[in-house]
Every structure is written in structure tokens, then in C-alpha cells.
């Protein structure tokens, strides 16, 4: 049997990846299915590409705020505990949002940007500790399998969250929410039902923790565990930045289709490509992915992103543009699978989820920058010219990936807290 086959074999029957696998991937169909609704919602209210883009930046403000304190309570608590408080307090507002959306009382916008922020917040303490959590059930030999399945479990929400929010919004407009507060339910249950025989450093992390003078001291570390790595620093950058085009990409495919007067679902078919995409791309990843190639992937997968690019900025055809959103997700979702595999090898458990928040937040300035200002620019100069900026902006970006996976700089293959 291949090493890939008896990694998989080990991973179908680890009860605990399969639970915390399972959970998460349904809430997250759930919470991308809320996510989507959330500009189509105001769209519909108010016909403003910037409002939709302010309730947009309201769901993703909080990376911008709570990264770094998520990444020490990944690194000093019980990382599945953690999990399952995110879940409810994710239950609490979308259950706010659902109540609002049905009674439609006086500022509505307001109260969805709030509940918008609430679940963002939720969210972020999630993603930065189940990363760890991933980590401490498996071994080192299911780690790059397992690492897949976790990067499956975005495309998945794509494909199916975007796809089914669309069409059930067109149904009802409060639907969307009903569904996300049924995936929280899910997820809390499966979090409940994992055993706790498996390794969790909590206790030696723990130990000091509550001496508040080393607060900062251990920020300092998990940004320190980044930067000393001249090709996790240039990547995340670059990560960074390409998902801040994206998400200008995502409004500029809602109001192309809203322009074209296009039927909802059509939303879901363009986005929920992403996920048919990111799945194949996260397929391929989990056989093919080794620490040595993860330069050269990198550097290929960035002009790849351009390529896929340029029908967008040439053509509002759905078909076209659920053809390059697909792309763009499998591109994504292998190159994410090649990074993190990275990541866990080269950077220490105790620091961990201090060093992954510190690119988190990166990642998170620029998806919110450009949820904000894709609105304006849309706004301003119109969908076409918004496509061919964005072009011209993963070029830019291509061509710095070029330059890093050639470097012939000093290469550390690990780094230390």
C-alpha cells in the first residue's frame, strides 16, 4: 500500500479527526451559506454595491481585531474547548441575525452588520485553534492527508454553502440563517462527542501564563516565527494580497449577475464553482505535496491565478465565470495544502497558533481592505475596469512570487520560538 493509501486508512478510522472534521466542515456549509446571503440581503434592500461591501467588511473587521488574542488563547487553553465556544457564540448571533431578518424591525443594516461581526469574531478564534487541534489528534504520518481533508473543508463550504444559500434565499431571505443555526447545532455535538485521548500540550503551555508582563513578549514570538523564515514572510505577504483581490472578484460577480438581472442561483453556480475546484485541488495536494516543492508551486500557482483572472475582466457570461472562479479555487485550495503542510512542519507546536494568527492577520487586513474598497471601486469606475485592475494587480503579485521561489537567499528549513 502507498504511504498516501495508509495515511488515508489511518485517517477514516481516527474517531477524532472524524468528528472534528465532520462538525466543522458542516458548520462552516452553514456559515458560508449566512455569509453569501449577507450582501445579497442588502443588495436587495438597498441596490448600493457599498452597503453590501460594508457588511461584508463588518464580518471580516474581527481578523483585523481578535487574530493575535486568538492566537494566544490557541496556544495557552484547550484548544477543543475553545472550538465549541466559538460554535455557540456563532449559534447566538446568527440566531440575532435570523430574528432580525424575519421581523425586519427599524435598522435592520445596523443589526446585520452587528450579528455579521459577532459570527466574523466566532470565526476567528475557530480557524486559529483548529489548526492545532488537527495537530494534536493525528500523527506525523496522517499530518499531510489530514492537513487536505482540513483545507477540503473550505471548498466544501463553497461548493455547497454558497450553491444552497443562494437558492434557499430565493426561497425565503431569513433561510440561509435558519440553516447556519442548524450547522452550529451539528458542529456542537461533535465537539462534544470527541474523546480526549489524544495529545494536547495545554498544560505545559499553560504553565506562566497568567503573568500578564509576558503578554506581549509572547506576541513578539509568534511574529519573530514568521519573519525568520524569508519564505513564510514572502508568501503570506503575497497570500495576503491575492485574497484581497478576490474579494473585490466576489462583489464584482454579485453585481455583474444583479446588473445582468440573472436569477439567484446563478450566484450559487459562479461561487459554489469555487468549491468544485477547491475540492479537486485539495485532492491533488494530498498526494503530491512535499516540503522541497512548496517554492516552486507557490511561484507557478500565482501565474496560474492570472491566467485564470483574465475571462473575468473579459466576459460577464456566468458559464465563463463560474469556469474561472473553479480554477481559482483549485489553484487556491493546492497551494494552501502545499503552505500548511509547511507550516506545521517547520514551526513548533507551543508557539503555534501565535505564529499562524500573526499570517491570519495579514490575510485578514487584506480581505477586509478589500471588502471595503471593492464596493468604492465598483462604484466609481464599473465592473470592466474593476476586472482588468485586478489583472493588472495579480501580475504584480506573480511576478513577486516569481522572485521568491527563485531566491537564492539563506534557506531555514526550520525555525524557533
Not at 495529545?199 to 500578564?212: F, I, L, Q, V, W
Request: with cysteine.
Amino acid at each position: 500500500m502507498s504511504s498516501f493509501g495508509a495515511a488515508s486508512g489511518g485517517i477514516i478510522t481516527n474517531r477524532n479527526f472524524l468528528l472534528l472534521w465532520s462538525g466543522n466542515a458542516i458548520s462552516l456549509v452553514g456559515f458560508h451559506g449566512a455569509r453569501i446571503a449577507y450582501p445579497l440581503l442588502v443588495l436587495a434592500l438597498t441596490g448600493s454595491p457599498s452597503q453590501a461591501g460594508i457588511v461584508t467588511f463588518a464580518m471580516t473587521l474581527p481578523s483585523l481585531i481578535f487574530q493575535i488574542p486568538a492566537g494566544l488563547v490557541a496556544d495557552y487553553t484547550d484548544r477543543r474547548r475553545t472550538l465549541w465556544w466559538c460554535q455557540f457564540a456563532g449559534l447566538m448571533a446568527t440566531c440575532m441575525a435570523l430574528v432580525a431578518v424575519a421581523g425586519r424591525p427599524p435598522g435592520l443594516l445596523l443589526l446585520l452588520s452587528i450579528t455579521a461581526f459577532l459570527e466574523g469574531t466566532a470565526n476567528v478564534f475557530f480557524v486559529v485553534s483548529e489548526l492545532g487541534v488537527v495537530r494534536n489528534v493525528v500523527s506525523v504520518e496522517q499530518r499531510p492527508v489530514a492537513l487536505a481533508f482540513l483545507e477540503a473543508e473550505l471548498p466544501i463550504a463553497q461548493l455547497i454553502g454558497r450553491a444552497t444559500g443562494a437558492v434557499i434565499y430565493g426561497l425565503a431571505r431569513w433561510l440561509p440563517f435558519a440553516v447556519n443555526a442548524l450547522s452550529y447545532l451539528c458542529c456542537l455535538g461533535t465537539l462534544s462527542a470527541m474523546r480526549t485521548d489524544y495529545t494536547d500540550n495545554t498544560a505545559r503551555r499553560s504553565e506562566g501564563s497568567s503573568t500578564p508582563s509576558r503578554t506581549w513578549t509572547r506576541i513578539v514570538e509568534g511574529v519573530a516565527v514568521m519573519w525568520s523564515n524569508s519564505f513564510l514572510r514572502g508568501s503570506t505577504a503575497i497570500m495576503a494580497l491575492s485574497n484581497s483581490i478576490f474579494q473585490v472578484v466576489i462583489l464584482l460577480l454579485l453585481l455583474e449577475i444583479k446588473i445582468d438581472g440573472l436569477p439567484t442561483w446563478t450566484v450559487g453556480l459562479v461561487l459554489g464553482a469555487a468549491g468544485v475546484g477547491g475540492l479537486l485541488g485539495a485532492g491533488i495536494a494530498a498526494r503530491l505535496t512535499t516540503r522541497s516543492n512548496a517554492r516552486v508551486v507557490f511561484g507557478v500557482s500565482v501565474w496560474a491565478w492570472l491566467v485564470a483572472l483574465v475571462p473575468i475582466a473579459l466576459s460577464s457570461n456566468p458559464y465563463m465565470m463560474a469556469l474561472s472562479f473553479g480554477c481559482i479555487g483549485g489553484i487556491g485550495r493546492f497551494v494552501s495544502v502545499v503552505l500548511v503542510v509547511f507550516q506545521v512542519a517547520v514551526i513548533p507546536d507551543q508557539v503555534l497558533g501565535r505564529a499562524i494568527a500573526a499570517a491570519e492577520f495579514l490575510h485578514a487586513a487584506a480581505v477586509a481592505f478589500g471588502a471595503l474598497a471593492g464596493g468604492y471601486l465598483l462604484a466609481a469606475v464599473g465592473t470592466r475596469a474593476t476586472g482588468w485592475i485586478m489583472v493588472a494587480a495579480m501580475f504584480g503579485l506573480a511576478v513577486g512570487g516569481t522572485r521568491l521561489s527563485l531566491s537564492r537567499g539563506r534557506r531555514r528549513e526550520s525555525v524557533e520560538p
